[in-house]
């Protein structure tokens, strides 16, 4: 089927599998998980240094940076150093050293390529960040008005003695520590005093057009406040001070085996996310040292936890310079994603699906027919069930408006809202209360599990040969239903009327509800239950074709692998002879080219302006078009996504579709020479190029000619 594929990378026939088949894996040492996050990382600051990226996005990189880094902090690394407390945690005294060096070593490379790169070019641009040594007097005058009327209202210094403790620090804000000289109001020497910044004040402030000579100049709040501290203590003086930051593990614990109502559990620990256990402490490189070991004491913190920044300790927060910056030059070209040629607007989608499948390729493919295809289910009298799963889908969110606009409607309605999903708890909370009050069935998934598959099944009713009949429609993707990161993220979306896809589609919802045995889905591959056996098996079977001299591939693109039995069976398939290739975005701790265990592995991550999120896999045995499938999936091949969450896989069976998953998602990244990294057995990467093909820039110039 598909004879442009394999010459790629050719598939050697072997008569005999070598000497190494069926070696075991366990002499095989994977790579640390939380190194291969930060080497992630990595990938995405060299971004920052692309002379090729527009330079407001190369800030934008350093902003992506500092996002993950906190994100790995109050998550990652929370359970890291819970793993090194503990005995038997896995975890050693040396590993946690090398992986908190490794994330010294970033944050340190970052802020050299914000402050010696990426600032200097973008002051050349005329985009300049003063502080206050580097402002005139009328800008002076202008901050200190500012201050004045828009800030110092909501500061509250805090002196600390035995009737004022150390205050509740949030998770992430920005705070000052200040040392002061002289007594306070009632004689004492009481030296340290804080001050916390509210969350409501801009973190980046332009100054007016007519202060900056033709510049584009902004200020930053620190630095507005630094500029104003001894006027908060008045009478004293300001001997030492510097920003800070602490960084909180900031996953929500809630027994869910011991609650009786998840959400309002949910919403309690909402709350108390923004106090946990302290894990990093940000302040700045010239902080002096007896304030930043007060800082770790009052925290709890050891030195290592300690990060002393050349800048703004919130690096994220200058994502608000990037959008005020009146600059077109310096950012990407504007994009607008193709409507699919084969979904032609003027015909009734269910019309268009009775005629075959259609696949959606975003962000190169608008997301829009996806919202067309829910908003003609809701205003289509004949419709008469709408089932969808709802993970990330935003606090503003037309879809969802459009359920509760059908369950208005009278149509019977099932959410499954999963209100564990980090970070967007609150606001599916907040949809789950909108939709149950207009009559929804809302459903929180199972208990202990992640309901993370994306799926949208309509019911309506048909005219058939003997009369009415009902028909089912569905929406399978690999990501969320959120329009805007449609538009950033790489994913693929199915609308299908296949009648036995969407009946398995239908089985998950009632599983889903009634928690229940139902059948087994026969196409669809559903977490927990089947889809790691199915994966392993698949892998099973190119093993054996490799053993018998059969063309035997693999072909996976995944955000992450860290699954070790998946990994265990790639090793040995790739000892058998299979040829295997590994496009893994984010983390992978299975090492490539490793001798004697994984030459035939190849493993790649591409980094360009889309966030690759796309799960593609890809398997043949053999010679014959039976012999090969392709699913796509909502799942990476990681141990939560296998056991701890609801998942599902579909195999494309339309083989002019199968060809284009291939043509689209595979091919180009695997020829991919200019957001390609290639990795190396001791786990870091190399940029394939510089100048060579980029799979995203072709596939947008491709839907772009399309269009």
């Not at 503990?86 to 040396?94: D, F, I, K, L, N």
């Not at 920003?243 to 011991?258: G, H, K, N």
């Not at 300690?306 to 009146?326: F, H, S």
């Not at 408006?401 to 499954?416: N, P, T």
Request: with cysteine; aromatic share 8%.
């Amino acid at each position: 089927m598909n004879s442009d594929f394999a010459p790629v990378l050719p598939i050697e026939r072997v008569s005999s599998g070598p000497a190494s088949a069926g070696m075991p894996a366990a002499g095989l040492k994977l790579l640390n998980r939380e190194r291969a996050i930060l080497e992630f990382n990595r990938r995405v600051l060299a971004q920052a240094q692309r002379a090729d990226v527009p330079l407001l996005e190369r800030l934008r990189y350093i902003c992506i940076v500092s996002s993950n880094l906190d994100e790995f902090f109050e998550v990652r690394f929370g359970d890291y150093l819970e793993a090194a407390r503990r005995p038997g945690g896995g975890v050693s005294e040396h590993d946690l050293a090398e992986v908190a060096a490794a994330a010294h070593e970033l944050i340190d490379r970052q802020y050299a390529v914000f402050n010696q790169e990426v600032m200097p070019a973008l002051k050349r641009e005329g985009i300049i960040i003063l502080n206050h040594a580097e402002r005139n007097e009328a800008q002076r005058r202008w901050v200190d008005r500012f201050f004045q009327r828009q800030v110092r209202p909501l500061l509250v210094p805090l002196g600390l003695d035995p009737a004022h403790p150390f205050p509740q620090v949030a998770n992430k804000s920005l705070n000052f520590i200040v040392k002061l000289g002289g007594k306070d109001a009632f004689g004492r020497d009481n030296s340290i005093a804080i001050v916390k910044v509210p969350r409501v004040l801009p973190r980046v402030i332009r100054l007016p057009q007519e202060l900056t000579d033709g510049q584009q100049a902004f200020v930053l709040l620190s630095s507005v406040i630094r500029a104003h501290l001894e006027e908060l203590f008045p009478g004293r003086s300001v001997e030492a001070f510097s920003q800070f930051r602490v960084t909180r593990d900031s996953d929500l614990a809630v027994d869910e085996e011991d609650v009786t109502n998840l959400r309002q559990a949910l919403r309690s620990s909402l709350t108390t996310r923004h106090f946990g256990q302290a894990i990093r402490l940000e302040v700045v490189r010239t902080c002096p040292a007896d304030l930043s070991g007060f800082l770790l004491r009052q925290f709890g913190l050891p030195e290592a936890a300690l990060y002393r920044v050349d800048g703004p300790v919130n690096l994220v927060r200058l994502n608000q310079l990037i959008d005020q910056a009146d600059a077109p030059h310096l950012r990407f070209p504007a994009f607008e994603p193709a409507w699919p040629r084969d979904l032609p607007r003027q015909v009734s989608m269910f019309e268009r699906l009775k005629r075959g499948d259609v696949l959606l390729h975003h962000p190169f493919e608008s997301f829009e027919p996806v919202v067309q295809f829910l908003r003609e289910a809701v205003h289509d009298p004949d419709v008469l069930a709408i089932k969808q799963t709802i993970y990330r889908t935003g606090s503003e969110s037309v879809l969802m408006d459009l359920l509760i606009e059908a369950a208005r409607r009278g149509k019977e309605v099932m959410a499954v809202v999963e209100l564990k999903a980090r970070f967007d708890e609150e606001a599916n909370i907040n949809w789950a209360e909108r939709l149950e009050a207009v009559g929804a069935q809302v459903v929180y998934g199972i208990v202990g599990l992640k309901t993370h598959a994306k799926l949208l099944l309509v019911t309506r009713r048909e005219e058939g040969a003997r009369g009415p009949v009902l028909r089912r429609y569905a929406h399978l993707s690999t990501g969320n239903y959120n329009p805007k990161t449609a538009r950033l993220y790489t994913d693929v979306g199915c609308l299908t009327a296949d009648a036995e896809l969407t009946a398995d589609a239908d089985v998950v919802f009632q599983q889903l509800a009634s928690l229940t045995r139902v059948r087994t889905p026969r196409h669809l591959l559903m977490a927990p239950f089947s889809l790691h056996k199915q994966m392993l098996r698949h892998i099973e079977q190119v093993a054996e074709a490799a053993r018998a001299g059969a063309p035997a591939r693999i072909v996976a693109k995944i955000n992450a692998l860290t699954d070790v039995p998946l990994i265990e069976a790639l090793v040995q398939a790739a000892q058998a002879g299979a040829s295997i290739d590994l496009i893994v975005r984010g983390a992978c701790i299975l090492p490539a080219g490793v001798p004697g265990h994984t030459e035939r592995i190849r493993v790649r991550s591409v980094v360009g302006r889309f966030l690759e999120h796309t799960r593609l896999l890809y398997f043949r045995w053999g010679g014959s078009d039976d012999q090969e499938v392709l699913y796509l999936s909502s799942a990476d091949w990681m141990s939560r996504n296998m056991f701890r969450r609801i998942e599902v896989a579909w195999p494309v069976r339309d083989a002019a579709l199968r060809q284009r998953l291939i043509d689209e998602c595979l091919m180009p990244y695997l020829l991919d020479a200019r957001d390609a990294w290639t990795q190396h057995p001791d786990g870091h990467y190399e940029r394939v190029g510089t100048d060579g093909p980029s799979a995203q820039q072709a596939l947008m110039l491709r839907y772009a000619s399309a269009s």
